[in-house]
């Protein structure tokens, strides 16, 4: 058990509706991490937090999606008008430093 | 061109055997350099950072080559719970730790 959670573990949702993703990383931890994983592939790196402040954004996070680290706690992940090609892992991962601990991820599924 | 890239595999290896595989990166200014262990649906843990001079942890050695940037794991008597996908990871900047990883490579030890 690494300590960092995530909830839903599970989330199925029809094409256009909006979700949201929760991470709460290990509590000592200042570095906060969204990566996504598809079929098949490692995961790709969306975004990171240190503390509260967003510093670094993938372009593969589209104006539909959008994270959020209020108070440099847990983490937010909101995807809005999903589309089925937004069907993946989200994986959250917090580190003190350069040692990432993940959590076990929400799968989303987009009908 | 891919930062990571890896030998999917399968390999498919009996108990105790020894397995060797490797990952090549594209950046040559690449800071850091680790393997992760992915079980099926699960998150990635870190199995072990991959250091210039080679290491050991156990059963598991790791080599970096700089100069024709590739990473190399070698699993030495291979066990039945070594089933899993070796993500081969890099980290691109000193400044933040932003991951990014290969496809994997998936290991089948079989009894």
């Known amino acids: 058990d690494t300590g960092v959670s995530q909830d839903p573990r599970h989330k199925i949702t029809k094409r256009g509706q909006n979700v949201t993703f929760r991470c709460d990383p290990i509590?000592?931890?200042?570095?906060l991490y969204w990566y996504r994983q598809t079929l098949g592939q490692g995961p790709e790196f969306l975004t990171y937090?240190?503390?509260?402040?967003?510093?670094?954004k993938s372009r593969l996070l589209s104006d539909r999606f959008s994270a959020e680290r209020p108070k440099g706690s847990f983490s937010t992940l909101e995807i809005q008008r999903t589309e089925q090609g937004d069907s993946a892992m989200y994986l959250c991962?917090?580190?003190?430093?350069?040692?990432?601990?993940f959590g076990p991820g929400t799968r989303l599924t987009v009908l | 061109r891919k930062e990571v890239e890896q030998d999917p595999g399968p390999f498919n290896v009996p108990e105790g055997a020894t397995v060797a595989f490797n990952c090549t990166y594209s950046?040559?200014?690449?800071?850091?350099f680790f393997w992760y262990r992915q079980d099926c649906r699960k998150e990635p843990k870190l199995l072990m950072s991959?250091?210039?001079s080679g290491n050991e942890d156990g059963r598991f050695t790791a080599q970096l080559n700089r100069a024709s940037q590739y990473i190399s794991l070698l699993i030495r008597d291979s066990k039945l719970s070594d089933s899993a996908t070796y993500l081969c990871?890099?980290?691109?900047?000193?400044?933040?730790?932003?991951?990014?990883f290969g496809a994997g490579t998936t290991v089948t030890v079989r009894a």
């Open positions: 990871v890099v980290t691109l900047s000193s400044n933040d730790y932003k991951l990014s």
């Open positions: 937090f240190q503390n509260e402040a967003q510093l670094e």
């Open positions: 991959v250091y210039s």
């Open positions: 991962a917090s580190s003190p430093s350069d040692t990432q601990y």
């Open positions: 509590s000592e931890h200042n570095r």
């Open positions: 950046n040559s200014a690449s800071q850091s």
